[in-house]
């Protein structure tokens, strides 16, 4: 089995990406196949998950999906996470907490974290819960695709990742923005409305606006902050 101790070892499987799914049903199909129960998928529940989420309900119905619920998420979130619960019901949806309440928090590292460290609020609300997610599992499944952004432009279907000491499989890569939304149309599926008013990309809603610049679709995240990702994809 491919795993972060073997990747030396290990040849890699290559994907043809030249057909409906860009690759993403045969990346899923080998991932569920060589990991079994032992991989979980991390989801945001934004459209690329919700595209995720119904193509792996195609190939391992009752899969285990992880959200990083640090309280802090929107209303319309939490809502888009219970229709896709009445949609997939043999999925397995974890709500993972961190180990802090926002009331810990704001005791032990002051009033609003997110406003003046939210580096550190990202540490104890997203990167530790995951890592705490991921004990004992082999692999873990992202939405990552490579249009989002300059950081993202190097991202393949299989990658060994050093900061979870994990694998990372990314079977969106080939993916537009375009490319999604067809999805999501044609196969009439439900998703965050918050999208449709102006948010492409969303996240925590002290962190998240709508989207400041049309062809960045991440600008609206921690915009004015000086920041640009959560640090779950940063070594
Ligand atoms: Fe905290 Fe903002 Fe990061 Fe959410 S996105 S964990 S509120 S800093």
Redesign the pocket.
Known sequence: MLTYQTWESHELPSFPHDNETKGALDVLAWAYSEYKDDIVYACSFGVEGIVLIDLISKVKQDAEIVFLD?C?HFRETYETIEKVKEKYPFLRIVMKKPSLSLEEQAQQFGDE??KHN?NK??EL??VIPLREALTGVTAWISGLRREQSPTRKHVEYINKDDKFQSIKVCPLIHWTWKDVWNYVYKHQLPYNVLHDRGYPSI??E??TSPALDPNDLRSGRWAGRGKTE?GLHIS
Do not use: A, D, M
Request: charged share 15%.
């Open positions: 640090t802090l974290l997110w939210p609020c990202c609300r997203k996240g925590c002290p962190c959560c």
